[in-house]
């Protein structure tokens, strides 16, 4: 069964350092998620492409992240600087894209800054 | 933001029981659906209902939808130790439009005792 692949799945790093997670999506979705789940809450959305397209990003702190999906298939975000408050799980999903509303999630990448 | 609220956050039964979590939303919805995430993993779609479908089953799974509520509750039956997990409700608003975008409650953390 096709799975939605993250790496890393495990990131320590000092504040003010830069991280970068990608993701690589099930083959043939259009639609590509990032959220961000801070321990002991729901996933909130930070960033949506339609291929290679920003759909939303209104969520996304663009003064130190940044996202991209350049050939519209697997995507990058990164952080930089790195702040305390960014310890999270970083969670990517995709979907088929119009017409499909079910989300498929990837085991997301923890992050811990120190 | 969150825009749904589970009910319990944690829910503690025994091997055979049935679980039941409640989920509360604001704003009007195309569809409701439950997403189950094992500790430290990637969230896995169990079941999808329509703003227009009051009932909905799949295997040990039953989910009901008041839309006049706002609210809806997801039951799992005959639980089992394996179904140990966070359960979250998670919305697609109207005003998402064509983007699907789903917006995630806080979340049932569910535990079986053998």
């Known amino acids: 069964e096709a799975e939605v692949a993250q790496s890393p799945r495990y990131k320590i790093t000092e504040k003010s350092q830069a991280v970068a997670f990608w993701c690589d999506p099930i083959s043939g979705h259009a639609t590509l998620y990032w959220y961000r789940q801070i321990l002991g809450q729901g996933p909130e959305l930070l960033v949506q492409?339609?291929?290679?397209?920003?759909?939303?990003d209104s969520q996304l702190p663009k003064d130190r992240f940044s996202a991209e999906r350049l050939k519209g298939v697997d995507s990058t975000l990164k952080i930089q600087p790195a702040e305390l408050g960014d310890s999270a799980m970083y969670l990517c999903?995709?979907?088929?894209?119009?017409?499909?509303?079910?989300?498929?999630f990837g085991p997301g990448t923890r992050l811990l800054v120190l | 933001s969150q825009q749904g609220e589970e009910d319990p956050q944690a829910l503690s039964i025994q091997e055979g029981e049935n679980a039941t979590m409640n989920c509360s939303y604001k704003?009007?919805?195309?569809?409701l659906q439950w997403y189950r995430q094992n500790s430290g993993r990637g969230l896995v779609h169990l079941i999808l209902i329509r703003s227009n479908e009051r009932e909905k089953h799949s295997g040990r799974l039953r989910v009901t939808l008041d839309t006049s509520k706002k609210s809806s509750s997801l039951l799992i039956t005959a639980s089992r130790a394996a179904d140990t997990a966070s359960y979250f409700c998670a919305t697609e608003g109207i005003s998402s439009g064509s983007a699907r975008q789903l917006t995630f409650g806080s979340g049932t953390q569910l535990t079986v005792l053998p």
């Open positions: 999903a995709s979907s088929l894209g119009v017409g499909q509303e079910t989300q498929y």
């Open positions: 704003t009007s919805i195309n569809n």
């Open positions: 492409f339609q291929d290679e397209s920003v759909v939303d």
